[in-house]
Structures are given as C-alpha cells and as structure tokens.
C-alpha cells in the first residue's frame, strides 16, 4: 500500500497549518487507500496567534509539534525521525506555519531561508526522486528545494508570485480548482485557501494534486 509523510507546521492557520487544508489532505489519501504518517519539526512557533481577534499574544509560546498533534489526534513523529525508505512521496499543507516556522518567507520574502531540520527531511524525498505536493503558500520553499525553473503555482497573487520567480521559480498561475504539475521535478501544487472561499473549494484541488501525487508514487 502507498505510504504518504505529511509535514504540518502547527495548528491554526494564522500561525501553524491550515486545519482544513490538512484534514482535507488526510481524508483525500484515505479515500483514495493510501496510508499516512504526520511529521512535524520539534521547535518553537515563530509566534503565537489568537485566532478569535487575529492578534499576537505577547509571550505566548508553543512548540509547532505538539501543535500539530492537535490535527494528527496524537500520532505524528518529529520530522528528525523520518525513514524516507519508508515512504512513497510528501505532501504539504499550507496556513501561515509553512511562512513562518517551516521557513520564514511571512518575514524575508524572496529572501527567505527553510528552517534546516525541515529542509533536510523534504530534501530527503527531493534526492529520492519522490514526489511531493505543495499546498497554499507551502510552494514559496519549491525554488529554494528545487532550482532554478522549478514550477509551482501560489494562486494568482502577484506579490507571492514575483517573490516566487525572484528565487529561480516559475510560477504559473492557477485557479482554486487547478493544479500545477512539474513533471521533471515531480512537483505538484494547488492554490487552495490562497484563493478559496469555501472548505469545498479548497477541497477541490486538493483532492486533484493528492490523486496526482499517488498517480506519480
């Protein structure tokens, strides 16, 4: 049976995962029969998030595994732990922790870095030759994994996608329900909350780039 890692970057999308997005993803690949483990890094949130007044809580801290054990009800494995033998592909969730504590594109744009534990579990599926799936703004960090001319879609925002380009990306532009598809790479990436306006418009794509991802597994 295929065995797909999902890397989450915290719970709540202002400052972790997306929780749709993520548990879109999970049922996606139990729909479609394939098994799953979530993988998350052992680290502090870049910040804290009250998600009823969208504001920072000062002094707040959380560590973005624990967090993300909130989504995976318990059974997740720090991202230090990976067996990427065990696996067939990765796929990415979005929500601001892929900005913010998976790399740090929220603060440095085009100059942003991938937090080194992080980069060094995805890259372990880049060298492998194994896909992976970028969803929402997770596909800031496809440039800085792949190269120059590695594809990748954000949605339609302009900012995002010059950033995206300004790193040696190319981004093409797509719709909620549209996925991207980088062949050589095996990259797949899909807008989802970038531009959706319901749960069942994220579902959408999301559903499409993880049929995709097994497809390239």
């Known amino acids: 049976m295929t065995n797909i890692a999902v890397l989450l970057s915290g719970c709540g999308v202002f400052d972790g995962s997306e929780i749709h997005e993520s548990v879109?993803?999970?049922?996606?690949?139990?729909k479609a029969g394939a098994d799953y483990q979530c993988f998350a890094p052992d680290m502090e949130q870049l910040h804290v998030v009250n998600h009823l007044t969208g504001q920072v809580e000062s002094g707040a801290v959380r560590n973005v595994l624990v967090e993300s054990a909130r989504i995976a009800r318990g059974e997740?494995?720090?991202?230090n732990s990976l067996d990427v033998t065990q696996f067939d592909a990765l796929i990415l969730p979005g929500g601001f922790?892929?900005?913010?504590?998976?790399?740090?594109?929220?603060?440095?744009?085009?100059?942003?870095?991938?937090?080194?534990?992080?980069?060094?579990?995805?890259?372990?599926?880049?060298l492998s030759k194994k896909p992976v799936g970028f969803i929402c703004i997770s596909p800031v960090?496809?440039?800085?994994?792949?190269?120059?001319?590695?594809?990748?879609?954000?949605?339609?925002?302009?900012?995002?996608?010059?950033?995206?380009?300004?790193?040696?990306?190319?981004?093409?532009n797509a719709?909620?329900?549209?996925?991207v598809v980088d062949e050589v790479n095996k990259v797949v990436s899909t807008p989802a909350y970038m531009l959706a306006g319901s749960i069942a418009e994220a579902h959408?794509?999301?559903?499409?780039?993880?049929?995709k991802v097994l497809a390239m597994a």
Request: negative net charge.
């Open 141 to 172: 960090m496809i440039p800085l994994l792949y190269g120059h001319g590695a594809k990748g879609t954000i949605g339609t925002d302009r900012d995002t996608a010059e950033a995206f380009t300004l790193m040696g990306g190319e981004h093409q």
């Open 175 to 179: 719709n909620v329900h549209e996925i």
């Open 24 to 30: 879109l993803t999970l049922l996606s690949l139990s």
């Open 97 to 126: 922790g892929a900005a913010k504590n998976l790399c740090n594109f929220a603060t440095n744009g085009s100059e942003c870095s991938i937090n080194p534990d992080v980069a060094a579990f995805i890259s372990e599926f880049v």
């Open 76 to 79: 997740i494995k720090d991202c």
């Open 204 to 211: 959408s794509g999301i559903e499409k780039l993880v049929a």
